[in-house]
């Protein structure tokens, strides 16, 4: 690295080493509140929680801050333009909810009383995002201390929503209704991990999700297996034989037109998920499965990441209590959910889905499809410019080798791409030991911090990246 | 017929003329006492209906009557000697408990308060099994009446119990620890029906059954299909997988071994089934189903008259409340019950399901198999002795042509066949619209009538019949 490098480095750090304690001690605060957003009890404190963080925000320098009401939990929207009307605009993505949390459920202190301990600090949302929000107010602040600027070198948007663990039932009409206020050249979501402490990476991509539930209607009632068995459809027979068929041999999709578009992998980035560290015994271990299992010609990092896949979440008919019931079933339902990679529509993907199931169904079975609303996949090519800048932000930040990893969930980030027409990019500090969901969730203080230094590194690159792009 | 054999039919008919008023009285009595054995709360009216049915037996001439105690409900047995040595035993089978009912299930009076309408008894048990029970006491008098005799030309015993509602869960235990006491070279079912008022006929067979459930356990709980979806086995896939290859593409029972010994219709058995006045609408409508459907090759009564099956009666495994959940289950589960017919042995189907599910399960899934205790198909020729006599003493009574059908569900009275070694035949007058386990229960009259004259004329038969066997 040349030497301004190196100078504005060493100048961050100093600002990040003279704010810490007084950034864990509002950090502190916050994780205080007990913004649940799933239990109806803790609405107030979700409240709480969004007030506290538009309350906060003008100390960091935002010059407009928002609580923007929905029909569930309240989001945080704020705002500092750039002093410079050619920069880009970013819109930085996270969550002020929490999951549930209780010292019953095997937390060793109250996790909504943060306790610093080993460097680290424990509290329900100290990851899982609270912590990962709040470190960009470190940074963009260390950002200005040490360029000298006034204001950020991008116009920096934030919008911190409520019901991201409640699966944020009204985020994407919400980025409609505001879709002006929020528009943005590129979005950075911060509510994901990295690999490991040790290996540092970039999220590139969210896989999409399409569910449906099928419901198969048999006999007008439950009827007698002993009068009638042997003679008539069974629902039940018929949801399972739906099931087996929704995988070939290769254990691949078998509905006809499911891979149509899909963005494969190219050898390089085969080759990138291939150098990471990876340990499957661990990673079962962390399934708690007891065997893994997928498309053939993939390895479980490319299967999790990057491949579309079909999976049965619920299945029911009949009888499930003790004993024995001589019935054949009236009906039989299955949950499936099909999660969708670069270049799947989930439009597409239903109207498959739905011929297909209509061709399974046998005479004597009526069949009902509902499909839920969809969450569209969202991917990064890794020679993307705005990548390109978090890669070196965090490279100055962690001074390693950035790698890039893939995200096997989806979320709310897809609508902002959709809505907001801007490419989606994901920085996040959290390590998987952090137990999200999980009791104990933390974070590792040092990695929060590279969070916030890599924040601050970020917003001179991006201003640059785009005064460069064609 | 011969002269001799019309003033039997008519000397039984003065009989049954003179005593069907007080023979219906007594059996009102019986059906006022709400013998529901499924119900904790009418555990003192069954045995009532036991002590009714045993205070009334002797009344009609049976020298030994015993109420006998089980860990359940009371069953009564009877015994009425023959004065010839030489003369085979004979055991009838039927039962005192009923089916729940009450005037809110859509009754259209109290069905515990019988009432006689166009010539049709309408009360719960009239048909099943109280009123087939009874005919018998008619009938075995009006024999006496019409022979002179003093004690019936065979050695009669009866076994009436009082949990077949409930699945007989003791019967098998009383049937072996009183197997001397119950010993017979014949045994009586009666409770079963006829095809239709105008096609009298006597069943043949019942089907067998053997019941299992099958757990599949995947991840050690449910775990994120976004996570892990498409990377791990899914138990509720190998569930339905199970279920899916149970059978194949001719429905047929695709567990290798399941046929073994099965006894084959002959070709006259499928033409006197075809000669049924079979309307396959109609049956439909009573299976409530909406298509029919089986194994290649055979008609619907062939089916569920004489051929196995395999049929779900249940399935479950992950989430199956309202919306959705994207996990990857924990576990699931199957419960199958295989219809057995003459020839199979239920203990070589628990080994070759067992031994078939097990090549089933995919890596990474574990599974436990839990079978119930079996019952065993019965079948009895249609050129045994036995049961030309019961289509002979029939065909006394109705005048018409017996046919033969078969019953597809499984019933106690294989244990007999099985304890006792002693071929069982049936003998029932229900049609299908009396109304079994359903509001509205009722007996035609006449049938009743003509099964009291059945009776009359089977014991001499039956004696007839082993004076003449080798």
Request: glycine share 8%; net charge negative; charged share 20%.
């Amino acid at each position: 690295m040349s030497q301004p490098v190196d100078s504005a480095v060493s100048a961050v750090r100093t600002y990040l080493a003279q704010h810490r304690a007084a950034f864990l001690d509002d950090l502190a605060e916050w994780l205080r509140i007990p913004s649940v957003s799933a239990q109806p009890d803790h609405a107030p404190d979700v409240r709480r929680s969004a007030e506290w963080l538009a309350g906060k925000l003008p100390e960091t320098g935002f010059t407009t801050v928002e609580v923007w009401d929905t029909p569930g939990a309240p989001a945080v929207f704020a705002e500092w333009p750039s002093t410079d009307p050619e920069a880009p605009t970013v819109l930085v993505y996270g969550h002020h909810d929490v999951q549930p949390a209780a010292r019953e459920d095997g937390c060793d202190s109250d996790p909504f009383e943060p306790v610093v301990q080993e460097n680290r600090l424990h509290a329900r949302g100290a990851a899982d995002d609270k912590g990962q929000v709040f470190f960009h107010t470190l940074g963009v602040r260390a950002h200005l201390a040490a360029t000298g600027r006034t204001a950020p070198a991008v116009g920096l948007k934030l919008l911190i929503e409520g019901e991201e663990e409640s699966g944020s039932p009204h985020f994407r009409a919400l980025v409609e209704q505001h879709a002006q206020r929020l528009a943005a050249d590129t979005v950075i979501v911060s509510d994901t991990g990295m690999w490991s402490e040790d290996t540092p990476t970039v999220c590139t991509g969210m896989r999409g999700l399409a569910e449906c539930e099928i419901r198969f209607h048999g006999p007008d009632q439950d009827i007698h297996s002993g009068s009638f068995g042997g003679a008539v459809p069974n629902p039940a027979t018929a949801a399972a034989r739906l099931v087996a068929a929704l995988h070939d041999e290769h254990a691949r999709v078998a509905v006809p037109g499911f891979y149509d578009g899909v963005v494969e992998l190219t050898d390089s980035e085969r080759k990138l998920f291939a150098e990471l560290p990876f340990d499957e015994e661990q990673w079962l271990r962390t399934a708690k499965s007891h065997a893994a299992h997928g498309e053939a010609g993939h390895t479980t990092l490319e299967r999790v990441w990057a491949r579309p896949t079909a999976e049965v979440n619920g299945i029911g008919g009949g009888y499930q209590g003790p004993g024995s019931k001589t019935i054949i079933p009236s009906s039989a339902m299955v949950k499936l959910s099909f999660r969708l990679v670069a270049g799947q529509d989930p439009d597409h993907i239903e109207k498959v889905v739905r011929a297909w199931v209509t061709e399974q169904v046998p005479a004597g079975i009526r069949c009902e499809i509902t499909f839920a609303p969809a969450t569209r996949p969202c991917l990064t090519p890794l020679d993307h410019p705005a990548l390109q800048s978090v890669v070196r932000a965090m490279g100055r930040a962690f001074e390693q080798k950035i790698r890039f990893t893939r995200e096997g969930g989806s979320g709310p980030a897809a609508d902002l791409q959709e809505v907001l027409g801007a490419p989606v990019l994901f920085l996040g500090i959290s390590v998987p030991s952090d137990g999200w969901h999980a009791p104990n969730e933390k974070v590792e203080l040092d990695l929060l911090l590279k969070g916030a230094e890599t924040s601050a590194h970020l917003w001179g690159d991006l201003a640059e990246t785009w005064r460069h792009a064609p």
